[in-house]
């Protein structure tokens, strides 16, 4: 499967990377190379075949409600690039 | 001989008797890593005042005692940069989390805390556990200790190199698709991914949910044995953490091979395989007839499937569990953009390198509309193909033994430009994860120079098993005792 | 020409569980300072993992199993892959294709009858933190304070089975009444405990063709969402009209100015990458776990409405204003249980008392009046202690001091006069001083006598009792 640079930019958007020309074209080439080596799964037929998310034979893992201790503010915002008062700060949201 | 040279059980026997103080063997292992952490480059952070803090406090508890709350008391110990420690730097090697201090400690971390460990520093490794080399660190390469010019074996490969370089008595990788084992294999010690789900991975950085397991690097068999009892056991932090019984592994260990049923799967002997290391394993697998276990080719017939599955799950995965790093809340943030998206985009394009770029595009790519069934979920299915061939290999035989690499360490630089090769290098070590199950690497020879690990897989929670085997091939041979000359 | 829209609708609601959805921090952000009810899972911090929060699943299945829906054999979580500086994660734990319950109905009146609003599914996520946008001497940024984030919401979604504007209204309150009794949401739309997006197409009338879907977001008010229905409605039809086109986009409701605005258009929808969520096993609800929360399942509100009416004789009018609230409904049974005429008391809980109740903004819970006193004052209106006029000033102050109802009235000297000598002096001063009056009465004009009882009222502060001033003025007469 080869894709073109469309397709990279448009995983790239999607996955929020901002990539230089160069990256583009180089992560084309080899996203293209191992999607082609990925080719081979469709060898098998797997119609029937379940597919396993998780290995663990669990279920209903729940807790009961009860609240606990939260971090204290400081330590909250403690790596925070940029805050203002006692809030997290970013750039306004132009959608 | 020096006390850094001591395995982590020799040096628990002589705190025992207080012939040696855990301050004496802190400071021996941290004189050890200056003398030899500008060639070897295993660390990204060093503790030293908390190593000798933790070890003053060991000591005052040993003092007290004949019998020391756990073998692991006043032990000098490393844990890979990926593991959470409160108050400690925690940067998976990657420049987005280079000033990262987590609020809170991993429950391994809380483990060893509370059974006396002393923390030396945190591991190099491949950026996001992402690599087979320990080459795609953001910071610096780790150099294998064997051999200037080779690599450690990645991701957990700053974890290997300070244990087998005497920097450390054990120490903690971790292991979503071989990080453990093969860098255990290339540097010459024992290598252990558990089950997935006997060990919590309650503040292990995540890179693929459903892969990633804590394991343990140690110079030998007991010394593995001893570190996993510690951490192993049921959290309920974690969700897939399986509440049952852990054994006594330490006293599992003995009980040899005789009568044992052992599998050899021949897909795992490659093509490409490096012919000497074949030699070292044949070697190795008669070592084991020899003492008792009954060996037969077994066949696994969608091993050949398993890297291309791994390499479309663990990206996917790893899509998901890297978006968080947006650089809002910590981390690296892009200050000169002129827009929110802006700001996201550059600071994930200029705070990730180029294999985690790499495979958040892959996974992302492998997850999105119209491709989706092709590739996840394809691989996803391919998973159950590969897990089934395990319960039926597992129905007649109670372990199997593979090679852990089909080469010994490569040269440093040797794979950095083609992701293909690098990735080839897991392809006897990502079955293990894909299906859950057990897996040891134990050290069976060399070639060059360069040791050669030994693989065996086992059925879920068969970690005493796994111990049990590889502790009787040890004790009849000598690989585990050579030390690198650095 | 006419058009009918074709409306489907997502409620949200924050559910009521002591702890959020996946860790221990406390759900009940409403009065905490920004970023104090934060732990490392909710903020997303390398290294965490969620523990799914039981109460919150079973609060979700009693939802369900209200608004008559099934289950499937197991369900699960999926991660929903978007970024935005609300969503610490980078994606959010939702239910995808696999969603604890789905299709259920719950009815509503039509002008066709009862009609069915399918329920699509109701599956369980997580909240988002909350964005504040600054404006600040030409800067404009946002805060982001992560109390809210991970809180357990409940999206119910429905089919596309509304036909006008006014079934929306009734399937919200009903939908709302239906979660308070359950005790799982508190309803609250100006907290944002309960939201919605709806979808919204024209079609001709008649015709069974759909249009050109949009969808209307950012709707935080039960105003919001007749409103902007409305809007788009009106909105769609002049288009069509004109001969143009709908285009399929996401609006948003700008509340201040009453519009709907783009927010985006198809070209640019979005991708959101859903895969089985790899950090939590499936959820398995076994027959027993269901019907044990069956049993837990309170009367809700169409079938006490049914019983009040059966039960008590009330009007469904009444029964229905009465049922609107859980705890209106048990004032209301505390009531008919000390007072034998049911009817009298529904009339005193729906006018007079959810007045007072409205004007100053109580809720029945914080209600002043006991169902106690409510029925001691019907007893004094009964025995005639009290006129049904001074019953009125009662029953306030009753509510206004929180007091019983014969303490009031002794201490206003509030009690009927019903001593016949007594009313008779009054009544003679009453005809002498209105001589005029008499004299009608005494021609044949009925309406004098009307007009004299008022005085005797006036003459004694309305505590007269009307049948006996009557009585005696025509005796006198």
Redo the contacts between chains.
Sequence with gaps: MKLTVDQVRHVAH?A?LALEPEELERFREQLSAILEYAEVLQELDTQAIPAT??V?P??????????????P?EE??ANAPQR??????????L? | MELFELTLHEASDLLRQHLISSTELTKAVLGRIEAVEAKVKAFVTLTPELALEQAHQADALLAGRAEPPSPLTGIPMALKDI??TKGIR?T?ASRM?EN?I???D?IVVERLRAAGAVFVGKTNMDEFAMGSSTENSAFYPTVNPWAADRVPGGSSGGSAASVSSGGAFYALGTDTGGSVRLPASFCGLVGLKPTYGRVS??????F???LDQVGVLAKDVTDCALALQVIAGYD?????SVDTPVPDYHRGLQGGLRGLRLGVPKEYFVEGMQPEVAAVLRQALDKLSELGAELREVNMPHTGYSLPAYYLIAP??A??N?????G???GYSDQKAED?WDA?ARTRGHGFGPEVKRRIMLG?YA???GY?DAY?LKAQKVRTLIKQDFDQAFKDFQALVVPTSPTVAFRLGDKTGDPLAMYLSDVCTLTANLAGIPAISIPCGFVDGLPVGLQILGPPFAEDLLLRVAYAYEQATTWHRQRPRI | MEYEPIIGLETHAQLL???KMFC????DYAAA????????VC???????????????EYTVMTALALNCSFPE?A?FD?K?Y???DL????QISQYDLPLSQNGWLAVDSPGGPKRIRIRRVHLEEDTAK???VANQGE???????NRAGVPLMEIVTEHDFASVDEVRQYIIKLRAILRYLGVCSGDMETGAMRFEANISLRPKGSDKYGTKVEVKNLNSFRAVLKSLQYEMDRQARLLEAGGQVKQETMGWDDAGNVTVV??SKEEAD?Y????E???????LSREWIESLRARLPELPDAKRQRLVAQYGITPYDAGILTGEKALAEYFEACAARHPNAKAVANWITRDLLQLLNSTNTTIEACPVTPDSLAQMLKLLDDGVISSKLAKTVFEEMFKAGKGPEEIVAAQGLIQISDASQIESIVEEVMATNPRAVADFRAGKEQALTFLVGQVMKATRGRASPALANEILRRKL
């Design positions: 999607l929020r998310a998780m663990v669990l279920e209903n893992v729940m807790r009961p409600d009860q609240a606990g201790p939260s971090l503010r909250v915002l203002e008062q006692d809030c997290f700060r970013v750039r306004a949201i959608d | 593991i959470c925690t998976c989390l990262f987590p609020p809170y991993a991975r309650y503040g292990l950085v995540a693929a949910s459903s309920p932090n974690d969700s897939t996917a995965e899509s998901a890297l978006a968080r790093y947006d809002v809340k910590y929110l996201y992302t997850l999105s509309a989706y996840y | 569980t002591e702890s221990r921090c406390r759900a300072p920004p970023n104090t009810l934060v732990c490392p903020l997303g911090l390398p290294g965490v993992l969620p523990v799914i929060n039981r109460r919150a699943v197991h699960k991660r892959n970024h935005y500086p610490p994660k980078g994606y964005l504040f946008h404009t940024y946002s805060l982001i304070d992560f927010q985006r991708d990458r859903y895969f089985p790899p950090d939590l096993p499936p959820l398995v």
